[in-house]
């Protein structure tokens, strides 16, 4: 079908994981990803995260970039020290191609910002 998003089965067991500190933004994005049948662990702050972390797969990390405790980009950088094969996108609350720049040059793979086209989103979860 034409458009249809399709879901890889071989990562039903891994998780998303959304770092925001924004719960209204938390809630939104698991809902979405709820609606595509992706499980989903959602965390306020980078270190509630980084603490988190253990031996369970891993789908992607969506981060927001200004979190309450630590930057997104040094939730990033802690993270692919633990996991460097894991995918991670940064969410930016507004358009600031200085941070967008940054973020390529560290690694990140993937940059959204606010609000969120549902469609992309999907297809950076999805993606093998």
């Known amino acids: 079908m034409e458009g249809a998003i399709v879901i890889r089965t071989q990562f039903d067991h891994a998780a998303v994981c959304i770092v925001d500190g924004d719960p209204a933004v938390r809630d939104s994005l698991a809902t ?3 609606l595509c049948g992706v499980p989903v662990r959602l965390f306020a702050t980078g270190r509630e995260f980084l603490e ?3 031996g369970e ?3 992607c990390v969506i981060c927001e970039a ?3 405790d630590l930057s997104g980009l040094q939730v990033y950088q802690l993270f692919k020290q633990r996991h460097p094969q894991t995918r991670f996108a940064l969410l930016l609350s507004r358009t600031d191609p200085a941070a967008t720049a940054v973020a ?3 690694g990140i793979e993937t940059v959204f910002h606010k609000p969120l ?3 992309r989103l999907t297809r950076f979860v999805t993606a093998d």
Request: charge should be neutral; avoid cysteine.
């Open 66 to 68: 200004e979190l309450p």
């Open 57 to 59: 797969p891993i789908r």
């Open 117 to 119: 086209v549902h469609q």
């Open 104 to 106: 390529q040059r560290l």
């Open 32 to 34: 979405v990803l709820d």
């Open 52 to 54: 988190a972390l253990g």
